[in-house]
């Protein structure tokens, strides 16, 4: 089969078009032709080389993949051969504790396709039968590819962590990026009244058109007093703030939740070494929420809502399986709002 690799960490030079052996379906696994595979920031942090990782050399990147499920093997439902599907990028044990009570992000034996598992940037990739979910015929496969990762990880930041609700403000940090877009319509799904950041007015036209009832642009150097100045926040501040931007932002995020709000965080895009003042989290006893993926059971409630088109994931460009690193480059400027795509399939 025909797969983008890296033999080395490094730029988007790193990235080739290569072949490699087709994967075999063993017990409990199903081999899924690949139509469509979404990119995330995180493709760029693996390429790059992550801190302490020993990731095996060639790698294939790739989370988000929607495509048809070509070959079952042992044990599979032989309903699944012939389906179009997403695939769930997180990949856990599936008999430890934490994953029977439905923490399988939690699992000691924890990974996401792509980061130190096989992915997406390929014709085919070997996946559990577990982690398959129908595809919504509402949607195609590009838009499909689009959607599991960021709607998972946004998913459960909001409402599990954060259990968004009616009314409350809620704060996004980087609009236009994959999960910013899931970010804002979860929250506005939950009734939640949406203040979005980001860098340009066209991506804050398109948050309104979202649902965002309050825009500001990020790169203003008064953008958080911007925030402190609507009639909604004021002195009192914004009860959640939906963070991955990180150092750049941290700091201001603590200041603008509320007493008694919410931080949750899911990355740290612009740098992990943020300083967290301790006065402002136990005077005024804020929370501060970690959250990475989510449960496999999320993905299913996700894909309901999609077929519904109660939630949507938005595209914002594509690419041909062997312009990957062009397509990274793209995603690395910061343009997009919404998701970039790359298109595997000559029917796509």
Partial sequence: MRAIVFHAHGGPEQLGLAELPDPVAGPGQVVV??????????????????????LPLPHVLGSDIAGVVESLGPGVDAGWLGRPVLV???????????????????????????ETAPGGYAERVLVPAANLIGKPDALDMITAAAAPLTFLTAWQMLTVRAQVGPGQLVLIHAVGSGVGVAGLQIARLHGARVIALASSDAKLARARELGAEFTVRSDAPDWEQQVRALAPVGKRGVDVVFEHTGMATWEASLRLARRGGTIVTCGASSGHAAVTDLRQVFFRQLQLLGSTMGSKAHLHRIAELLARGELRPVVDRCFPLAEAGQAQRYLDRREQFGKVVLTVGADT
């Fill in 33 to 54: 032709r690949v139509h469509a595979c979404a990119l995330n920031r995180l493709d760029l942090w693996v390429r790059s080389g992550l801190p302490g990782s020993r």
């Fill in 88 to 114: 769930n990028p997180g990949l856990s044990c599936g008999t430890c504790a934490m994953c029977l009570a439905g923490w399988d992000n939690l699992c000691p034996r924890y990974r996401i396709l792509g």
